[in-house]
């Protein structure tokens, strides 16, 4: 065997080495130390109880059930959803909640399983008159979002324009407002934030909200927790089996009660 073939041979095992160290690394980690968790302010799903100073709702406390059923500690935090879902997309180990799978979206993680149920609307306001009867339709109608959120996403999917026919802002609540004040004519939300951010206003959601338009195609499955492709697939697995043991002990089903 010649000097050059040995010394290519040398350089592939010290890589594989390498890599096997990283990932073994990476496994302990996650095994051992808190796990950053990220999410946004989407209540009722997640969001941070001023009072209590800390993040709350559904989709947190199945999150932490989970992490409990696991002996493991959360590092959450919440910020905008276009840092979350950037961040948890690029790096390794960092779990992301309350986030719709789409087929956009799908390669793009690591799907642990679903947390909390999802059911889309275009709201309108009462006593407006709307013509839609397909998602095309609506495209003549000013509609409000959420940088880079499902709803955003799956509007842009679909041929709708940002600045154009999408009025996208950064928090859920302004939203709300803008619809109630005339600014946009729609708003794309789920039906459970919908009706929390409206009874938060003051208002009255029967009164003042109408479902001009379901939306299926983010109302199938729910939200998940998920983590970004370069997470190890062992810790994936690992959350996989803590969701589906909180299932098995009604955990779960518990926590949809509770917040419903």
Do not use: H
């Amino acid at each position: 065997m010649t000097v050059t073939r040995i010394a290519g041979l040398c350089r592939r095992y010290l890589a594989c080495t390498a890599g096997l160290i990283m990932g073994l690394a990476g496994a302990s980690v996650a095994a051992d130390g808190p796990v950053r968790v990220l999410t946004e302010e989407f209540p009722p799903y997640n969001y941070t109880d001023a009072a209590q100073g800390k993040i709350t709702g559904l989709s947190t406390e199945v999150v932490e059930a989970v992490l409990r059923e696991l002996g493991l500690q959360g590092e959450f935090q919440s910020m905008p959803w276009a840092r979350a879902y950037e961040t948890a997309r690029n790096t390794p180990g960092v779990l992301i909640y309350s986030i719709g799978r789409t087929p956009e979206r799908d390669k793009l993680f690591k799907w642990v399983g679903v947390i909390a149920p999802a059911n889309y609307y275009l709201f309108g306001q009462q006593g407006r008159t709307y013509r839609i009867d397909s998602l095309d339709a609506a495209k003549q109608y000013r509609i409000a979002t959420v940088n880079e959120d499902v709803g955003e996403q799956f509007l842009v999917a679909n041929g709708f324009v940002k600045g154009k026919n999408l009025q996208p802002s950064v928090k859920y609540e302004l939203n709300y407002e803008k619809l109630k004040l005339g600014r946009v004519d729609l708003w794309i939300m789920s039906e459970l934030t919908a009706a929390y951010l409206a009874r938060q206003s003051g208002d009255e959601p029967a009164k003042t909200l109408v479902k001009v338009y379901r939306i299926p195609e983010l109302s199938s499955e729910g939200y998940y927790m998920a983590f970004g492709n370069q997470t190890p697939d062992a810790q994936v697995a690992r959350f996989k089996k803590g969701l589906e043991a909180i299932q098995r002990n009604g955990t779960f089903d518990r926590l949809q009660r509770k917040w419903q």
